[in-house]
């Protein structure tokens, strides 16, 4: 039977539910790790051969967000099989695969299969609106079953290495972007930003305080129930504008296999 664990950083939970299908596809005990959560990137994972990683994360600029660096390198495997998820805002995915092929190569795993996937945009609702949606999350479950077909075809040690499309080198990360979210008057302190919030920058007891930090995830503008949250620094704007105009129409995923 399959030992699998399901890894993913989703602050606005477009990854999670495409790693979630995935790996339940695959079939087999599995073991959840939520990334999202601070502590959770403050460990180091090992893995063996008898292990299956399904990883998945959101695409920062065509690239592996800054904030889940260290935590890929802190990742062994010894042989380990692994999935790649990366879910981006139907703009580009770039090189984000092949810069997280790169890395679990260097530390022990075999990357067997990957799948660039859209969500809905951090910036933006008008973008990838409500994706991953049905298709998606379809086309997610035919991957881990053709996934698990080749896991029961070949042992793991004869799978050799997937190509992905991407560059190497990789394209420039993204600059600084010291912006954080504002907070309207309809804000009731319910303190539910700062508990989804992944780097801790608002303050529990007053929802209006946002320390320096912000990754511009999303995860409480998304998330508020009030509709309290959003982001008006002028680059962002400039930006979700451009997404707006240009990157509308809808993308398909991706597989690699």
């Given at each position: ?9 989703s ?15 695959i ?6 790790i939520?990334l ?10 090992h893995?063996?051969?008898n ?5 998945g994360y ?7 967000p ?9 990742m ?5 099989p692994a999935v ?6 139907n703009?580009a995915?770039?090189?984000a695969l092949?810069?997280a092929?790169d ?18 945009h951090?910036y933006t ?8 949606d049905a298709e998606d999350?379809?086309?997610?479950t035919?991957?881990?079953?053709r996934?698990?077909e080749k ?5 793991a040690?004869?799978?050799?290495a997937?190509?992905?499309?991407g ?7 993204m600059?600084?972007?010291?912006f ?11 303190g539910?930003?700062?508990?989804w919030?992944?780097v ?13 930090g ?13 509709h309290?949250?959003?982001i008006?620094?002028e ?5 979700k504008?451009?997404?707006?105009s240009?990157?509308v ?9």
């Open positions: 039977m399959n030992r699998i664990t399901a890894m993913y950083f602050p606005t939970n477009t990854s999670k539910t495409i790693t979630g299908a995935i790996a339940r596809a079939g087999g005990e599995t073991k959840i939520d999202t959560r601070p502590e959770a990137r403050e460990q180091a994972y893995f063996d051969e292990d299956i990683l399904v990883l959101p695409v920062y600029g065509g690239r592996i800054a904030i889940l660096q260290k935590v890929f390198q802190n062994k495997g010894e042989g380990t790649l998820a990366a879910v981006y805002g703009r995915y770039e090189d092949v810069e092929q890395i679990l190569a260097e530390n022990g795993f075999t990357v067997i299969a990957a799948g660039a996937f859209i969500g809905e951090s609702e008008k973008v990838g609106t409500s994706r991953p999350r379809k086309i997610a035919d991957f881990g079953q996934i698990a896991l029961a075809a070949m042992a040690e004869q799978m050799p997937i190509t992905i499309k560059d190497r080198p990789y394209k420039d990360a600059g600084a972007m010291p954080k979210p504002a907070t309207t008057d309809a804000c009731t302190n319910c539910k930003c700062a508990q919030c992944p801790g920058v608002i303050d529990p007891q007053n929802a209006k305080k946002v320390a320096d912000c990754i511009l995830c999303a995860a409480c503008v998304k998330g508020c129930p009030e309290a949250k959003y008006d620094a680059p962002i704007l400039k930006i504008a451009m997404l707006e240009k990157c129409d809808r993308k398909s995923p991706e597989l690699f296999l």
